[in-house]
């Protein structure tokens, strides 16, 4: 069974530039979350869908963040325009119903 | 405020020498505890979930004890592979379909032969 996919792995990019990132949860995983790690600092949450439904967007930085779920399935993550504080490791995971949640390999993201 | 404190911060281990993390939590609204393994450059990888005081869950040479303010991960003659991040997390419900990971900072975990 394939685990979480997030696309890309890694992304540099000018400050004021757009990013999006992309993220294939596990088949059948409802529950679709996005974290971020920036750097020295824990993970945090940004938020959760339920199928395409925004559930939970409390942790969304700013409204330069912007999160879609198409039809339940996959999901990105748009950054626009890109800051240096942007910069961090971003998570993706999903989860059946309130089970465990499976991560992403992450994408890093480097602002410059 | 709802947190999430792990220590120690890093811990070094000699092959065999036993030991234990600590992860403490101030928090409301408690669903479960979840602990998860992370290596460089890769995500977190799911070990346990623990729902209730007095819950404990074994996986090879780690074991996970929960009371109702703290967790600890137990490592039993630890091998050079367990090295990596270890990380708690607390799951809060949100609402009724809602839910969300908080994160503690981590222990890193090195083991040398």
């Known amino acids: 069974e394939a685990g979480v996919t997030q696309f890309p792995s890694h992304s540099v990019i000018e400050k004021g530039q757009t990013v999006t990132l992309r993220c294939d949860p596990i088949?059948?995983?409802?529950?679709l979350y996005w974290y971020r790690r920036v750097m020295g600092k824990e993970i945090k949450f940004l938020l959760h869908?339920?199928?395409?439904?925004?559930?939970?967007e409390s942790g969304m930085p700013n409204n330069r963040f912007l999160a879609e779920r198409t039809g339940g399935t996959y999901s990105t993550l748009k950054v626009q325009p890109a800051e240096l504080e942007d910069s961090g490791v971003y998570f993706c995971?999903?989860?059946?119903?309130?089970?465990?949640?499976?991560f992403g390999q992450g994408t890093r993201l480097t602002v410059v | 405020e709802d947190q999430v404190t792990q220590s120690p911060e890093a811990l070094r281990l000699q092959e065999g020498e036993s030991s234990s993390l600590n992860c403490s939590y101030t928090?409301?609204?408690?669903?479960?505890l979840f602990w998860y393994r992370q290596d460089p450059g890769k995500g977190p990888e799911f070990l346990f979930t623990?729902?209730?005081a007095g819950e404990e869950k074994e996986k090879e040479r780690l074991k996970a004890t929960l009371t109702k303010k703290e967790s600890f991960l137990h490592i039993t003659a630890p091998k050079p592979e367990d090295s990596a991040t270890y990380l708690c997390?607390?799951?809060?419900?949100?609402?009724?379909?809602?839910?969300?990971?908080?994160f503690g900072q981590g222990t890193e975990l090195s083991v040398k032969p």
């Open positions: 997390a607390v799951h809060l419900s949100t609402g009724p379909q809602g839910g969300k990971l908080i």
């Open positions: 869908f339920v199928k395409e439904s925004k559930q939970d």
């Open positions: 928090v409301s609204g408690l669903r479960g």
């Open positions: 995971a999903s989860s059946l119903h309130y089970a465990e949640a499976f």
């Open positions: 623990l729902y209730s």
């Open positions: 088949s059948g995983h409802d529950n």
